[in-house]
């Protein structure tokens, strides 16, 4: 029982270790997802890239408010590079950010086609993070005359 006690506080011990070098990152699917430790550039944390729209699997209208492509980034130096690809074509997002370590990207297509879609982020800050998601778009609800 000792054994199994001592192997427990390492682990939290460990959790808590990561937790600590990601600056707190809240949200355990921001931890699980991109707190890993780039071993390469002497413990380094990486960037953390946190899907915010749609979320992973989502299924949306192409007319919905919501159909648009949103993510989070969080680094401990600040970002020199993101790319955004939508679909596997580079695109260009919008973004903002309270300084060069926390930033948000935008884009919306001028058009979207009905169907599976994929989103790429690759962030450079210190080390390189990369998330990968995909959604769905169905098709506009056209309105009907009567």
């Known amino acids: ?3 199994v006690a001592r192997t427990s506080r390492q682990i939290l011990s ?4 990561t937790v600590a070098l990601c600056g707190g990152v809240q949200g355990a699917a ?3 997802h991109a707190c890993s430790v780039d071993r ?5 944390p990486v960037p953390v890239v ?3 729209a749609p979320k ?3 299924i949306l209208r192409a007319d919905s408010p919501q ?7 969080v680094a401990r130096v600040p970002i020199a590079r993101i790319v955004l690809w939508l679909d596997g074509k580079e695109v260009t997002p919008a973004e903002v950010g309270a300084d060069e370590r926390h930033l948000s990207l935008f884009y919306q297509p001028p058009r979207w086609h009905a169907g599976g879609h994929a989103v790429r982020v690759e962030v450079w800050a210190g080390a390189v993070a990369q ?14 005359m009567h």
Do not use: E, N
């Open 1 to 3: 029982m000792i054994g």
């Open 14 to 17: 460990a959790v808590a270790l």
């Open 30 to 32: 921001g931890v699980a």
């Open 40 to 44: 390469g550039s002497g413990l380094l």
């Open 50 to 52: 946190i899907p915010v």
């Open 56 to 58: 992973p699997g989502d």
């Open 67 to 73: 159909a648009y492509v949103a993510a989070r980034l």
């Open 131 to 144: 998330k990968t998601w995909h959604f769905w778009i169905g098709p506009s609800i056209q309105p009907t």
